[in-house]
Antibody
Framework: EVQLVESGGGLVQPGRSLRLSCAAS????????MHWVRQVPGKGLEWVSR????????GYADSVKGRFTISRDNAKSSLYLQMNSLRAEDTAFYYC??????????????WGQGVLVTVSS | DIQMTQSPSSLSASVGDRVTITCRAS??????LNWYQHKPGKAPELLIY???SLQSGVSSRFSGSGSGTDFTLTFSSLQPEDFATYYC?????????FGQGTKVEIK
């Protein structure tokens, strides 16, 4: 069974940093691209970042470019999102998401339960 | 960015009803269109990918159609477990973008 378990969320002040982690199991992690997608509570879904299976192909939404960094450790079957210079508008549930392909097809076939990040003073 | 517009934003229906949700892209996206179901407090679930391909393990009462800019998700016979919010998403271009969602509620 595919499982994606996010951790690292919480309350953080504007301008500070936070690192999200995602532990993957139930599939061959290093065969697939991975993504982060977020959802402001009560609002729609927003794609945040992608990372190919070998970490060569990286992409970010304009809203987070230059502030967020996606990475992965295939040996640990883990995905990360380093979030710096956080803003109130980054407040959202963050989902770790598996792609159907090794490069980014943007077909999101498995999602974690999500972790809440709240940016507030 | 490609804008995705779903209609309606919400609907009320009864168990057993045939229901259709539509999704329109702001530009041509071929068949690069996916549909997701999201229940409160749960992980979203992929239902349909490439406009009409049923994701493994998903009930065949869900079907998708369309190409170009206009797409539909159809429930052949609505079941109690289908009450949720549904999102379309284009995978034609970066960034991937989602519709605003359609909330399906019990009548």
């Amino acid at each position: 069974e595919v499982q994606l378990v996010e951790s690292g969320g919480g309350l953080v002040q504007p301008g500070r940093s936070l690192r999200l982690s995602c532990a993957a199991s139930g599939f061959t992690f290093d065969d697939y691209a991975m993504h982060w997608v977020r959802q402001v509570p009560g609002k729609g879904l927003e794609w945040v970042s992608r990372l190919s299976w070998n970490s060569y192909n990286i992409g970010y939404a304009d809203s987070v470019k230059g502030r967020f960094t996606i990475s992965r450790d295939n040996a640990k079957s883990s995905l990360y999102l380093q979030m710096n210079s956080l803003r109130a508008e980054d407040t959202a549930f963050y989902y770790c998401v598996k792609d159907k392909g090794s490069e980014s097809k943007y077909q999101f076939d498995y999602w974690g339960q999500g972790v809440l990040v709240t940016v507030s003073s | 960015d490609i804008q995705m517009t779903q209609s309606p934003s919400s609907l009320s229906a009864s168990v057993g009803d045939r229901v259709t949700i539509t999704c329109r892209a702001s530009q041509y996206i071929s068949n690069y269109l996916n549909w997701y179901q999201h229940k409160p407090g749960k992980a979203p679930e992929l239902l349909i990918y490439a406009a009409s391909s049923l994701q493994s393990g998903v009930s065949s009462r869900f079907s998708g159609s369309g190409s170009g800019t206009d797409f539909t998700l159809t429930f052949s016979s609505l079941q109690p477990e289908d009450f949720a919010t549904y999102y379309c998403q284009q995978s034609y271009d970066t960034p991937a973008t989602f519709g605003q969602g359609t909330k399906v509620e019990i009548k």
